[in-house]
């Protein structure tokens, strides 16, 4: 097999930039309103256009961050240096800990959960930065240990180190769960591509459910969302707990066939919690109605294989490994969305990449899916031998020969 490079895949391309404009469109329609909503609530005193203007930005930052990552920046010096990346995103998520605890202004809180540094004009949520550098890390690392693969001390000691340590910093300490479901289909993801022996894969699947069972039965907020989506199936009364995915139901419900429109959406306009985040696939269900969440869900789906093509066509193990790890990352938060939005599983708050306000998580998403696109115009081909070539030029010399001589 030999490796040579061709033109990127212009699918992974457009369907990027295509889901980033029709975000950018929706931002636009119903940005007005979510400032009307925080205004009249909480006196705030928004500019109608302020989040249409700060959903550019990113969409700017996060192309220059793509375009970054595709042309500047070479993927093995990415890998060279998998280690200190690692431990820069670990040091910040410390250190963001570290500044909630003393109360500093450097720390954004919302709801009780500090997630969030605050620069004053800018904003930077470093569990986004994580979950790239761990997909990173694990690319370099489970290719330099496939030789140890399954042993405790070469191999799962040192990685259940860095996913724990991961793992906490995210779920425990920011009380991000939506992130660290993220980062648990990044390190499955690519930990079952690495080869690891089955019975050891099982076993793992088994801790971390019982680990994340437990870690819901003992948060009374989780339990909460547990139960008002339990009411909802059962169809139970309705309560404050149950006020957010009712109302996403109503929005999708409404939407019927075609949609309302675009600035059309009566959800949008202070009924609908976070509803140009995590509830953004409920607003353009309402807006473009089931034909349009189908064709949305197209859209993530091309996007999905053109990778899963790219990791199959990449001869280097570390980067398909790579290619996996954002495969899975974007997987995980496309479907917990979308399921939790239909009412499939209980509200988890966790954005629709790509399509979601907010800055720090198109940016890094679009950095990743750019190293995609870079890993993309390298594929694996069969070198056809001289030999080859050779048997092959002689039986189209006897097979025009023999036509001659027919003739």
């Not at 909480?42 to 961050?65: K, M």
């Not at 191999?155 to 991000?176: E, K, M, N, R, T």
């Not at 053109?306 to 899975?328: H, I, Q, Y």
């Amino acid at each position: 097999m030999k490796t040579r490079k061709h033109k990127s895949d212009l699918i992974i391309l457009f369907t990027t930039l295509g889901l980033m404009a029709l975000g950018l469109i929706v931002i636009y329609a119903i940005g007005p309103m979510r400032a009307n909503v925080l205004n009249s609530t909480y006196g705030t005193d928004y500019d109608p256009n302020s989040f249409f203007l700060g959903q550019l930005r990113s969409c700017a930052l996060s192309l220059v961050a793509f375009f970054i990552a595709f042309k500047v920046v070479p993927y093995k010096y990415l890998q060279k240096y998998s280690k200190p990346i690692m431990i820069a995103a670990i040091i910040m998520s410390v250190l963001l800990w570290l500044l909630a605890k003393m109360g500093s202004s450097l720390a954004r809180c919302e709801l009780g959960e500090c997630r969030w540094f605050n620069f004053g004009f800018i904003s930077f949520q470093p569990a986004e930065f994580l979950k790239l550098a761990l997909v990173i890390y694990l690319a370099d690392f489970l290719t330099r240990k496939k030789a140890d693969i399954g042993k405790w001390r070469e191999f799962w000691l040192p990685l259940l180190i860095v996913c724990g340590i991961s793992l906490g910093l995210v779920v425990v300490a920011q009380g991000d769960l939506g992130s660290g479901v993220a980062l648990i289909a990044i390190i499955f993801g690519m930990i079952l591509m690495s080869g690891v022996p089955t019975r050891q894969y099982l076993i793992m699947i088994a801790v971390v459910l019982a680990i994340s069972v437990v870690a819901v039965a003992t948060s009374a907020h989780r339990m909460q969302r547990v139960d008002a989506w339990v009411a909802t199936l059962t169809g139970g009364e309705s309560s404050d707990s149950t006020y957010h995915i009712e109302n996403a139901m109503m929005a999708i419900g409404v939407g019927g066939f075609f949609g309302v429109g675009i600035g059309n959406s009566v959800q949008a306009t202070g009924y609908l919690p976070e509803s140009i985040n995590d509830s953004v696939f409920a607003i353009m269900g309402e807006t473009f109605g089931f034909v349009g969440l189908c064709l949305i869900v197209i859209v993530f789906g091309m996007l999905l294989l053109r990778m899963l093509k790219v990791a199959r066509g990449t001869a280097e193990p570390d980067n398909r490994l790579f290619v996996v790890g954002v495969f899975s990352w974007m997987l995980a938060q496309v479907v917990v969305n979308i399921m939790a939005m239909t009412s499939l599983i209980p509200v988890t708050g966790i954005t629709l990449p790509l399509l979601s306000y907010g800055g720090t998580s198109m940016i890094f998403i679009a950095f990743a899916i750019g190293c995609v696109c870079q890993l993309s115009c390298y594929t694996s081909r069969e070198v056809i031998t001289n030999e080859d070539i050779s048997s092959r030029r002689g039986v189209r010399r006897a097979h025009h020969s023999s036509r001659r001589r027919s003739s």
